[in-house]
């Protein structure tokens, strides 16, 4: 039978990570996550929930935002676009042109309503 040696020093400097608020330690990095405020999200999912006759609703909105191949699961939600904006969200991160790239989605739509209502409620933020 073979002894292994452990030798502490070698071990991963777990140093540099975080410690959640329960105590816990978190084995990965921390990440500032990326979230709409629930109140500019709710006026969006009003807007695009909708089904729109030109096909410029939650359909389309997933189309622009790449997350078209889940279309079934979200059609299976209360509120499409909520479920849409949540995905698009886990997957923007730290990501800088967030706000500005899901402006471009909806005006490429045509929906200057929800741009507009976009712009209108970041534009005093200070994260924007």
């Known amino acids: 039978m073979e002894l292994v040696s452990t030798d502490i020093s070698r071990q991963p400097d777990l140093h540099n990570w975080r410690t959640g608020t329960s105590g816990t330690t978190s084995l990965e990095p921390h990440h500032h996550k990326f979230r709409l405020p629930t109140h500019i999200k709710s006026k969006l999912c009003d807007i695009l929930d909708v089904p729109n006759a030109r096909g410029s609703d939650w359909r389309m909105l997933a189309e622009c935002l790449g ?45 200057m309503d929800a741009a507009a209502t976009l712009e209108q409620d970041v534009g005093n933020m200070a994260w924007f």
């Open 67 to 111: 997350v078209d191949r889940y279309i079934n699961y979200f059609a299976t939600k209360p509120s499409p676009t909520d479920s849409i904006l949540d995905l698009w969200e886990v997957r923007q991160h730290e990501q800088q042109s967030a706000i500005a790239d899901l402006l471009g989605s909806l005006r490429a739509m045509g929906r």
